[in-house]
């Protein structure tokens, strides 16, 4: 029985990195994707700052799920993870405030993270409080694989390193397209792209093995 | 026994067909390749095939994952690849003219379904990406004619992959040229106020002037085409009438201010552009009305991008933007096929669908992409009952 439980678990956690993968499977939370990733440390902290605020949270919702009128849960929800985001927000200022400056407003505005809400309301608000924290850490991860593989690419092109890291020397060619706004979108319809051939080829592979 | 085609009108074939016409746009490419290849010698001959290439290979690659119609026989990346190369400058390092070979097809062409589909000219996308990736390599333009450049490259195209390409100035203090001589007039004009000859532009040979093939021998080769009918006239004598009246009527009120309107004509890349670049057909309009108002609003823009931006040349983003208005354009200028409305204008109800698709696969028996994206796509009442 206790297998049983540990592979449940697992699977719940396992549902945000492969299956319901926030940014490129359900492609929710696009705007913080997309403005941060123009280096690999400001999208693993923003990784990390969003999967604090959705543990918590998440754990804080379900502890609630019974008390919380139907009526004013969505309210609710948005004061607990405002109160938890101040906390991330104050708490990356005093380790570092050029990380902090780099981050700028997304900081704040992971209160309308919509995977945040959404974990929220469509599966915390259900579950018991373990469940529902592993499902989140598991969402979180999920998120921070996505913004990490976006940062990497951007990082690497846009300024030819890769975590402050030299990669090709003083003579490098940055692709300045990488780190504007553009170079976000490209990265990311890449990946989406490359998601889409992979789930395209194993479902031919399934229909002839079948036929 | 052989099989009864049944089909509606027109059942008169043309002679026709993508490929010809693609060929025929091919081959009065080479004169204004060869030219090219003259005024920068070898950097610029390896360019166009470093590009070609790149847009050949890409091209295959999408035609054998079964994304895209077409094939490389229809000649049009070939197309692409030449058109690419001669608006890139001719020391642009060729690991990124094959990074803007690689978009143009990818992102221009192969993303959309291939030959016909693509709603952007390819060859410009794959510019626009590169001209906001590299914006320092794309503006450095070296002097046409120098001794010695068929046995010598340009040290800028030699630049390894990723990394940065050598310094034109210091290669040109060298052969005893200030930097200066490598900026092209367009740039002269804007940032120092030095005004070219009108007719040097046109013919491109007098002195080591930084500019393309020359205006004139485009002219001449697209006037050929014009005259087999493998483009369309309106379109470019749209695009050089709209651009020379917006700059000739500028020039009357501000004549210190505003260079004159055969400078505007002939510098830049205005003259390829309008020929062989707006012209393409899959992203141009079809009605005759609409490829005025297309060409016109072309040559509009790139007035006014010239002169009142931070830009020196704005051709590209002029057709770019002229090739997103097409939809809308083919839209207002539907013709009426049977009678005319109150105002002369087509009858409600009495228009039919009239896209570059139509014509072109009814004429030319192109093969529309498979659909293998949706194949196991399951059907609507499946989904609905699953139990049942």
Redesign the interface.
């Known amino acids: 029985m206790s297998s049983a439980t540990t592979t449940r678990g697992w699977d719940e956690f396992m549902e945000g990195i492969w299956k319901q993968n926030p940014v490129f499977v359900m492609v929710l939370g696009m705007c913080p994707t997309l403005a941060v990733t123009v280096s690999a440390i400001n999208a693993i902290s923003m990784g990390i700052a969003t999967t604090f605020v959705l543990i918590a949270s998440c754990g804080l919702v379900s502890l609630m799920r019974r008390i919380v009128p139907k009526e004013v849960r969505i309210a609710t929800y948005i004061v607990i993870i405002a109160t938890f985001v101040t906390a991330v927000d104050y708490f990356i200022q005093a380790i570092s405030l050029a990380l902090y400056d780099a981050l700028g407003a997304f900081i704040q505005l992971i209160v309308v993270n919509c995977i945040i809400l959404g974990r929220a309301e469509a599966h915390a608000s259900k579950t018991p409080p373990l469940p529902a924290m592993v499902n989140a850490a598991g969402m979180g991860a999920g998120f921070t694989i996505g913004l990490l593989a976006l940062g990497v690419v951007r990082e690497i092109l846009g300024n030819?390193t890769l975590f402050g890291l030299s990669l090709?020397g003083a003579?490098?060619?940055p692709?300045?397209?990488?780190v504007?706004p553009?170079g976000g979108f490209f990265v990311l319809g890449t990946w989406l792209l490359f998601f889409a051939w992979r789930a395209?080829r194993k479902?031919?592979a399934e229909?002839t093995q079948h036929a | 026994m052989g099989t009864v085609e049944i089909r509606p009108a027109p059942h008169i074939r043309g002679e026709r067909t993508v490929e010809k016409i693609m060929l025929n746009v091919v081959y009065s490419l080479v004169p204004v390749c060869l030219f090219y290849i003259y005024q920068y010698g070898i950097s610029a001959f390896a360019s166009i095939l470093v590009v070609t290439g790149a847009c050949l290979l890409t091209e295959r690659w999408f035609v054998k994952t079964g994304t895209q119609s077409g094939n490389l026989a229809d000649y049009s990346a070939t197309i692409t690849g030449m058109l690419l190369a001669l608006t890139l400058p001719p020391g642009f390092?060729l690991w990124?003219g094959a990074v803007a070979g690689f978009v143009a097809i990818a992102l221009g062409k192969g993303l959309f379904g291939g030959l016909g589909f693509n709603v952007f000219n390819p060859a410009l996308v794959g510019r626009a990406?590169v001209q906001?990736?590299?914006?320092t390599?794309i503006a450095t333009y070296t002097p046409s004619f120098l001794p010695g450049r068929f046995l010598e490259f340009i040290p800028s195209s030699l630049?390894?992959p990723?990394?940065?390409?050598a310094d034109a100035a210091t290669w040109l203090k060298a052969k005893q040229l200030d930097a200066l001589a490598g900026a092209t007039p367009l740039a002269k004009w804007k940032f120092e106020g030095i005004l070219a000859e009108a007719g040097d532009l046109l013919t491109s040979l007098a002195g080591h002037m930084a500019v393309g093939p020359s205006p004139l021998l485009i002219l001449a080769c697209g006037a050929y085409l014009a005259f087999r009918r493998y483009l369309d006239w309106r379109i470019p004598t749209a695009i050089l009438g709209g651009a020379g009246a917006v700059a000739w009527l500028l020039y009357l009120f501000g004549p210190g201010h505003y260079p004159n309107p055969f400078f505007m004509l002939f510098s830049g890349g205005l003259i390829l552009g309008a020929v062989y670049m707006a012209t393409d057909m899959a992203t141009s309009p079809v009605t005759p009305r609409g490829m005025w108002i297309y060409g016109g609003l072309i040559g509009l823009l790139t007035v006014v991008i010239r002169y009142y931006s931070g830009l020196p040349e704005g051709v590209m983003y002029a057709i770019l933007i002229g090739n997103a208005a097409t939809p809308l354009i083919e839209r207002i200028t539907q013709p009426a096929p049977f009678g005319k409305g109150v105002f002369g204008g087509a009858r409600k109800g009495a228009s039919y669908p009239l896209h570059p698709g139509y014509i072109s696969r009814e004429e030319a028996g192109a093969v529309t992409p498979k659909k293998?994206?949706l194949?196991?796509k399951p059907k609507a009442d499946e989904r609905r009952t699953p139990n049942s």
């Open positions: 030819g090709f003579g490098f060619q692709w300045v397209i990488m504007l553009p395209r479902q031919s229909v | 390092p990124m990406f906001a990736a590299f914006p390599a630049a390894w990723l990394m940065m390409p293998r994206i194949k196991n």
